[in-house]
RNA sequence: GGACAGGUGGCCGAGUGGUCGAAGGCGCACGCCUGGAAAGUGUGUAGGCGGGAGACCGUCUCCAGGGUUCGAAUCCCUGUCUGUCCGCCA
């Protein structure tokens, strides 16, 4: 949600940051839109303190004795009062329609954001490892001998439709470290607090983290309106919504392993094989909430903690920051981690870390106190997967894939694995 | 699913028609006290919106929306949320 009184100030720089997006500009119509809320909000209150003013007077003319005078306020006040009710009215209505159009309107790129139409411009800031040399041709997770067994998608079809995977056996057990190592690692060590949220939640949660109105369609809602979260960045947000916090609070860090809920409605035919892209996954989620002025250090923190898994799980990866173009909606600056898998021979999506600065903050009303006892000011909302977990799965079976169809698994994981350290090309576990 | 009880400031909590933006406490800020701190003590401390260069002014807000009334945190209606008990289920 955008400041209006920001964008009052300096439209151009708003329509030009818009224009960074490929929007085209909106000042124009919306301070129109302000400027007739403001009108109407002016007059109605002029004609309230007009009709407090003879409310008051009231009763000193009935102490007086003044009948006349009575009566004339009396009748002063109550002729006032379907005129202030009808300008309030109209000062709601025009309120709500700034708020209805600022809500579905994208968050501002930050400045040090490449411009860019599409994931083709995004700008790679780093990377690490080495793709391994195979001397064989390397095959994707789903194709793999000792994987085959324990990834199941004709049963999950038969259950559940497409889009959908039956893990069992070996293939679920590194599942389920991979979860495990991910939170040890951000508990013990990075620091965070472990939340295990619901996954169900209210429209305003959704609301609050811009994932309502907008985009609605790409999540699931239950039959009592209810929403199943497309990432636990909205429960775990939407801890500090309506909170003045007390500035010594920040930052607030939060992670969670949960399960994720995506109708993918407009990927139909994108990555239909294997478990690229599932409507139900698992991700550990990282959610920082800090002053504004920690958010970008902040930022590069998360990224970290995310990057460092995939350094300990020995995957190769590659670091992007996204342009302009292939940013989400309330994102205003966004590094994507893309792991290496060899059966793609590509870099693929496993973690994105944004920060939508006070975006988020301004929707669910998330506050803190300054330490110096000013005004109450936003606080900024940052979240970033560490990692998705089945994304993680298939790097770790596709980067460990031997030509045999067996699977060693990465150090990290045996203790997780209860000393297991491959998955046999039998699908079973040694 | 049934029956009750509630929703007040950053937090807790008093307040059943006017003197209430709201007692008291906690927290916080500043001062006093102290060698320093703690304790003690004094003072201050809600937010949104609109206007103004600013001091400041106006307006709204005691869950939300309606209603009663000259006047509503307080009474009535509806909605919503929370809690408790019963039932059902895990």
Partial sequence: ????????????????????????????????????????????????AEANKAAKEVGAAKGRGDEAEFERLRALVSEKKAEISALNDEAKAQDAALTERLAVIPNLPADDVPMGADENDNEEISTWGTPREFDFKPVEHFEIAGVKPSMDFETAAKISGSRFVLMSGAVARVHRALAQF???????????????????V??????????????????????EGMWLISTSEIPLTYIAANHVIDESYL????????????????????????????HQFEKVEMVSVTHPNESDAEQKRMLRCA?????????????????????????????????????????????????TGEFQARRMNARFKPADGGKPQFVHTLNGSGLA?????????????QEDGSVTLPKALHGYMGGKTTINADGSLS
């Fill in 389 to 401: 977990v089945g994304r993680c799965l298939i790097a770790v079976l596709e980067n460990g894939q």
């Fill in 251 to 278: 930052p607030r860090r939060y992670t969670a392993h949960s399960l994720c809920f995506r109708s993918e409605a407009g990927s139909a035919g994108r990555d239909t094989s294997g478990m690229l892209r599932q």
């Fill in 182 to 200: 991910m939170l040890d690692i951000h508990t013990l060590e990075n620091g965070l607090t472990e939340v295990n949220p619901p996954v169900l």
């Fill in 202 to 223: 209210r429209d305003d949660a959704m609301y609050g983290t811009d994932k309502l109105p907008k985009f609605a369609e790409d999540s699931y809602q239950t039959t």
């Fill in 307 to 355: 990057e460092d898994l995939l350094e300990r799980l020995e995957i190769p990866y590659r670091t992007v920051l996204l342009c302009t173009g292939d940013m989400g909606f309330g994102a205003r600056r966004t590094f994507d981690i893309e792991a290496w898998l060899p059966g793609q021979n590509a870099y693929r999506e496993i973690s994105s870390v944004s920060t």
């Fill in 1 to 48: 949600m955008h400041d209006i009184r920001a964008i009052r100030e300096n439209p151009a720089a708003f329509d030009a940051a818009l224009s960074r997006r490929g929007d085209a500009p909106l000042s124009a119509e919306l301070l129109a839109m302000d400027e007739a809320r403001r009108a109407k909000i002016g007059a109605a209150e002029a004609a309230q």
